[in-house]
Nanobody, 119 residues
Framework: QVQLVESGGGLVQAGGSLRLSCAAS????????MGWYRQAPGKQRELVAT???????NYADSVKGRFTISRDNAKNTVYLQMNSLKPEDTAVYYC?????????????WGQGTQVTVSS
């Protein structure tokens, strides 16, 4: 069983920065594609950024140039550096691990961490 534990959320003023961390238990981290998603009140969960096991990254257009995803396989941890935060970035941020086994993909989710950006 894989457990993901997020940390680093909080309240910040617009223009500020936060760094989210997601620590993974289990032995799958190095071969998992990791991602951050977010869900604002009344909205669907949306992709923020992903990073493959090989280090390739992908970002939502709304965060390109402001957010950076990275991973440390030695620490089983994925990070999301968020700069130039905007009020519209306010949401619960969830860590995701996607692991493929043959044709089957298993998704694991963290419990979420709240990010609130005040104007």
């Amino acid at each position: 069983q894989v457990q993901l534990v997020e940390s680093g959320g909080g309240l910040v003023q617009a223009g500020g920065s936060l760094r989210l961390s997601c620590a993974a238990s289990g032995s799958i981290f190095s071969r998992a594609a990791m991602g951050w998603y977010r869900q604002a009140p009344g909205k669907q969960r949306e992709l923020v950024a992903t990073i493959s096991s090989g280090g390739s990254t992908n970002y939502a257009d709304s965060v390109k140039g402001r957010f950076t995803i990275s991973r440390d396989n030695a620490k089983n941890t994925v990070y999301l550096q968020m700069n130039s935060l905007k009020p519209e970035d306010t949401a619960v941020y969830y860590c995701n691990a996607a692991v493929w086994s043959g044709m089957f993909k298993t998704n694991y989710w963290g419990q979420g961490t709240q990010v609130t950006v005040s104007s």
